[in-house]
């Protein structure tokens, strides 16, 4: 999909379609991240360091479980 670049203000930005946006779902006002990859530049919703530390929290959540029923209750 080709986008243009475009003036904002005093800044330059892509206008995302509808259909991109609907693909990615995404809303005005949502958070898109691009990632450097070896191939170029790769614009995702998926925040990989989101995905890092609730893997960490997941870890510890399965190996303190007790601990944290106990202090559930």
């Known amino acids: 999909m080709k986008l243009k670049i475009t ?6 930005g892509v206008i995302l379609p509808r259909e991109l ?11 898109l991240f691009a990632l450097e990859t070896p191939d170029g530049v790769r614009l995702t919703a998926f925040d990989p360091s989101l ?10 959540m399965r190996n303190r479980r007790a601990l944290l029923n106990k202090l559930a209750q």
């Open 21 to 31: 946006l609907a693909r990615l779902r995404l809303q005005k006002g949502d958070e």
């Open 7 to 12: 003036a904002i203000g005093n800044s330059a």
């Open 51 to 60: 995905a890092e530390q609730m893997e960490v929290a997941e870890r510890v």
